[in-house]
């Protein structure tokens, strides 16, 4: 079957920081998405990698290992508004998202 | 309207009774995704549409149906709902280009009892 893993919670300081893990076995890969959800809020899209390598976007990044069926999401200078869920995302060979359930990030001062 | 809308916000609903779930996107997007999410658990794909007049089933797709007779419109009907059925319901609609990214409604909070 299809599997998405990533840690269910984990906590950091403010300032500090952050490596969200996830690992996946999927039917085909055709890409991995990074996206942020905060409480009671949708998801908003934060990253795609689909080539090996690390993607940067301001104090995010993201790193991908196909061969390792491997990515993580790497969060710098975190600030208290990064306490979200975090969901990573792989595109499988049929063109669907299949989904983590998610790593819960609590940032403290 | 900017980007998706999804109506109502929340509801309540009696076990049994009919629901639809309302979808309008304004960004022109081909596809478009119902989701469900629950504690715990992964968003869960109910049924697409990757184009107006097509759809097709997602992971969990019993007790659901959709239609698209339009790009902007794709709402969600729970034919004789039921209480398992309770969940946060997310729209989500994305270009199919190379990359595909979807974006999501602000979800309807759904309670059936």
């Known amino acids: 079957g299809q599997n998405i893993d990533q840690p269910t919670e984990m906590t950091a300081t403010e300032g500090a920081i952050v490596q969200i893990n996830c690992t996946y076995q999927t039917s085909g890969f055709n890409g991995l998405f990074w996206y942020q959800q905060h409480a009671g809020e949708a998801p908003t899209f934060l990253s795609y990698?689909?080539l090996d390598g690390l993607e940067e976007k301001g104090r995010f990044s993201s790193f991908l290992s196909r061969s390792k069926g491997y990515s993580y999401l790497l969060l710098k200078e975190l600030q208290m508004k990064d306490s979200a869920s975090y969901l990573c995302?792989?595109?499988?060979?049929?063109?669907?998202?299949?989904w983590g359930a998610g790593t819960k990030l609590i940032i403290k001062p | 309207i900017a980007g998706i809308t999804q109506a109502p916000t929340s509801q309540i609903l009696a076990a049994g009774r009919r629901m639809t779930l309302r979808c309008t996107q304004d960004m022109r997007h081909n596809a478009m995704y119902w989701y469900r999410q629950d504690l715990g658990l992964g968003l869960r794909l109910i049924h697409y549409s990757n184009t107006a007049g097509t759809t097709g089933k997602g992971e969990v797709p019993d007790g659901y149906s959709v239609s698209r007779a339009n790009t902007d419109d794709f709402p969600l009907t729970l034919a004789s709902a039921v209480p398992s059925q309770t969940s946060v319901y997310f729209c989500a609609s994305s270009v199919r280009d190379s990359t595909d990214t979807q974006y999501f409604g602000p979800g309807t909070r759904l309670t059936v009892l």
């Open positions: 995302a792989v595109m499988d060979s049929n063109y669907q998202l299949i």
């Open positions: 990698n689909v």
